[in-house]
């Protein structure tokens, strides 16, 4: 939250801190204030191995060390130089809520708390609700409360996102022609200088003019631009200079996490479950994975039938990809047969991302599918999972996002992407051209 000049107080809704545990860090001088409602609600998502119940339970152990038995006093001191937090009891819902709302539940409860705290401070202080659910935002805004978004790991710009590529036109013809010769190399200081282009560590090229071009790549530790071509992965070529740009770097092992957005019929996941394949014997297990959104807030139980039959509809895209590769050979091709006998070994496994919890990542090459439907923190908890020798690969289309609180600028993909776009390790290819068919194509565009 950006520093204000006079303190205001903010009021914090339940997906707040199931989104970030730490986020009563993060509003500087700025007083804070937590409905009982809300500590009622983490309360039934304090079971569980989801992301949302480590925060829940974190974030109780954080708010009973900082305030004791202070909480419900006039809140306690969040440090030199921040506010105070406090937990804020209410014998129901207002009268005013009551009148224009009528049921009473837990968003209400929240309203109502709002009004009462605004009413009892002096008049020029700020109270602003903080919460990720719009719907309670536009309520708060039509009886006078001011709301927000939780922006603190918000990007500020999708539009300018990192794209991981550049084209360079007019480009000198005798350049490209040492990157044919070997070494397949040339030093890239003088090229950036030359065409006043960022140096990014991995970025993507295409050199071209009229006559000539070429597909490179900026190796950070060298600082050369080096050729790279179209290379085939278990049986999947690519069809356009982004895939082979993405072939290249899911199949780099000196980079260890790459991330792939693009749209519908890109190849986002198809190309890392091939070059996962391709580059097998690097790693001791494939470990492919999902987040399964529509349960991310309710227990598992809520549907019908065993637990292998509730999650199969959310895996089977992974299969469905998985299949296409294995079509790329006969039957009786040992290629094709590979693959059921990595499956047999769980050499290569496929399983919701919440499996995770418990593994070591040990040269694993661990995709992770459907990246944008995570929040920054579930991003940091894979990464920071990492161990020696593993890769880690997150696809996702950054626009297309099932998760209620997350949008284009506030998802982990994209936070991912903004925060890692200079590291050595890093390397992102944003795929643009479908090339799942031209009706798929066209649909993606017009629709």
Same mark, same amino acid.
């Given at each position: ?54 925060? =829940?339970? %974190?974030?109780? &152990? *954080? !708010?009973? /060390? ?9 809140? #306690?001191? $969040? ?34 708390? =709002?009004? %009462?705290?605004? &009413? *009892? !401070?002096? /008049? ?9 659910? #719009?719907? $309670? ?41 040492? !990157? ?268």
């Amino acid at each position: 939250m950006a520093k204000s000049k006079s303190p205001k107080t903010f009021i914090l809704d339940t997906n707040v801190i199931l989104h970030d545990s730490t986020c009563i860090t993060q509003f500087q001088e700025n007083d804070i204030v937590i409905p009982l409602t809300v500590i009622e609600e983490l309360d039934h998502f304090k079971r569980g191995s989801q992301v949302i119940n480590l925060n =829940a339970r %974190e974030f109780a &152990r *954080k !708010l009973d /060390a900082i305030t004791g038995n202070e909480i419900f006093n006039g809140g #306690v001191s $969040l440090g030199r130089g921040k506010g105070k937090v406090r937990v804020h009891i209410s014998k129901g819902l207002s009268k005013e809520i009551t009148e224009i709302f009528k049921e009473d539940n837990a968003d209400h409860r929240i309203l109502s708390v =709002a009004m %009462e705290v605004k &009413r *009892k !401070l002096p /008049a020029n202080r700020v109270v602003i609700l903080v919460t990720k659910d #719009v719907n $309670l935002r536009m309520k708060a805004k039509a009886i006078g409360i001011p709301a927000e978004d939780y922006s603190t790991d918000r990007i500020s710009n999708v539009e300018e996102l990192y794209s991981g590529k550049e084209i360079i036109e007019d480009f000198n013809s005798d350049i490209i022609a040492a !990157l044919y010769k070997v070494p397949f190399e040339v030093q890239a200081a003088p090229i950036m200088k030359k065409y006043k282009t960022e140096y990014v560590p991995n970025k993507y090229f295409i050199l071209r003019n009229q006559n000539y071009s070429v597909l490179t790549y900026l190796d950070p530790n060298k600082e050369l631009f080096k050729r790279i071509d179209k290379v085939t992965a278990y049986g999947i070529k690519p069809r356009n200079a982004e895939q082979a740009f993405a072939v290249d770097a899911l199949m780099n092992p000196d980079i260890p996490l790459v991330s792939i957005t693009g749209k519908a019929g890109t190849g986002k996941t198809l190309l890392a479950l091939a070059a996962s394949l391709q580059s097998k014997r690097n790693y001791r297990q494939i470990y492919v994975a999902r987040p399964v959104v529509p349960l991310s807030n309710k227990d598992i139980g809520y549907l019908p039938g065993d637990v292998e039959s509730k999650l199969a509809p959310y895996m089977q895209p992974l299969w469905d990809n998985l299949k296409v590769i294995q079509d790329q050979y006969p039957e009786s091709d040992k290629q094709h047969q590979l693959i059921n006998q990595l499956l047999k070994d769980q050499k290569l496994v496929i399983e919701p991302l919440s499996y995770i919890r418990g593994r070591s990542l040990q040269r694993i090459y661990f995709i992770v599918d459907e990246a944008q439907n995570l929040t920054p923190h579930e991003i940091k908890t894979i990464i920071t999972r990492a161990g020696e020798g593993a890769k880690i690969v997150l696809t996702g289309d950054i626009y297309q996002i099932d998760h209620p609180y997350l949008d284009s600028q506030s998802n982990g993909l994209s936070y991912l992407i903004d925060h890692f776009k200079n590291q050595k390790l890093y390397a992102h290819i944003n795929l643009e051209k479908g090339e799942r068919s031209e009706l798929a194509e066209l649909a993606s565009n017009l629709l």
